[in-house]
């Protein structure tokens, strides 16, 4: 095999690799729904010891709850990358594009996995009612601030995808719902109580939607491993 050729089946086993990624960040998080689900956490009017009776109870099941939507997350940011390659490759050296999509996927990981270390320490540690409050409020108010970037990520790769028609039509509206939705969770920092309250259901439905989004171009980037890949930038 020539030189061209094993760079690129390398590239698209990495493209595989990071599909199946796509997939697993789906299936993985998705199986603490069977320990604790998320509708099942203390609302907004929860008090500080309603919260610490809350983990007590839950305190194993929330662990691997939050295991397992670490390693989801995780792979997200792997997931992410790969398809960072893609639209780069596909866009063209001179779009800004694929930069704002990688920014968003990587700021939007992080402010999760920020939210998850606040509710591990809250697992973890024995607080007060009112430090055990001020962790709840924070973990679910940086899961909040993350639909920002999620907006400007997934409002990219909508905007590229119309152009290049590389992942797929329902990739695309898929993103386009989750990038106009995930700015509604700015509401939370508003709003005291009820549905778009900062525990409110908002937090449930709205990231439903990037999950759909994720699996669906994951399956599509396993579907068609070398799809993009060859194509030279500009």
Same mark, same amino acid.
């Given at each position: 095999?020539?030189?061209?050729?094993?760079?690129?089946?390398?590239?698209?086993?990495?493209?595989?690799?990071?599909?199946?990624?796509?997939?697993?960040?789906?299936?993985?998080?998705?199986?603490?729904?069977?320990?604790?689900?998320?509708?099942?956490?203390?609302?907004?009017?929860?008090?500080?010891?309603?919260?610490?009776?809350?983990?007590?109870?839950?305190?194993?099941?929330?662990?691997?709850?939050?295991?397992?939507?670490?390693?989801?997350?995780?792979?997200?940011?792997?997931?992410? !990358?790969? =398809?960072?390659?893609? @639209?780069?490759?596909?866009?063209? $050296?001179? *779009?800004?594009? +694929?930069?704002?999509? %990688?920014? /968003?996927?990587?700021?939007?990981?992080?402010?999760?996995?920020?939210?998850?270390?606040?509710?591990?320490?809250?697992?973890?540690?024995?607080?007060?009612?009112?430090? !055990?409050? =001020?962790?709840?409020? @924070?973990?679910?108010?940086?899961? $909040?601030? *993350?639909?920002? +970037?999620?907006?400007? %990520?997934? /409002?990219?790769?909508?905007?590229?995808?119309?152009?290049?028609?590389?992942?797929?039509?329902?990739?695309?509206?898929?993103?386009?719902?989750?990038?106009?939705?995930?700015?509604? =969770?700015?509401?939370?920092?508003?709003?005291?109580?009820?549905?778009? *309250?900062?525990?409110?259901?908002?937090?449930?439905?709205?990231?439903?939607?990037?999950?759909?989004?994720?699996?669906?171009?994951?399956?599509?980037?396993?579907?068609?491993?070398?799809?993009?890949?060859?194509?030279?930038?500009?």
């Amino acid at each position: 095999m020539s030189s061209d050729g094993l760079k690129r089946s390398a590239r698209g086993r990495s493209i595989d690799a990071a599909g199946l990624a796509g997939v697993l960040g789906i299936v993985v998080p998705a199986l603490g729904l069977f320990f604790v689900p998320i509708w099942e956490f203390p609302g907004t009017d929860a008090s500080g010891a309603e919260i610490i009776a809350f983990v007590r109870d839950h305190r194993a099941a929330l662990q691997v709850t939050m295991v397992v939507n670490t390693l989801g997350v995780t792979l997200w940011l792997v997931f992410g !990358a790969a =398809l960072w390659v893609r @639209l780069r490759l596909a866009a063209g $050296a001179t *779009s800004v594009l +694929p930069a704002i999509f %990688a920014v /968003g996927i990587a700021s939007f990981g992080t402010l999760l996995l920020a939210g998850f270390a606040a509710m591990d320490v809250l697992i973890l540690r024995p607080t007060a009612a009112d430090e !055990a409050h =001020l962790l709840y409020d @924070l973990t679910f108010g940086l899961l $909040a601030m *993350s639909g920002m +970037p999620t907006a400007i %990520a997934l /409002g990219a790769y909508a905007a590229l995808e119309h152009r290049v028609h590389m992942l797929g039509a329902v990739s695309k509206w898929l993103a386009a719902a989750a990038a106009a939705s995930h700015l509604v =969770l700015l509401a939370s920092f508003i709003v005291p109580r009820g549905f778009f *309250s900062l525990e409110g259901q908002v937090i449930t439905v709205i990231p439903g939607i990037l999950w759909a989004w994720i699996l669906t171009a994951g399956i599509a980037m396993l579907r068609h491993p070398h799809e993009e890949l060859s194509r030279e930038a500009g």
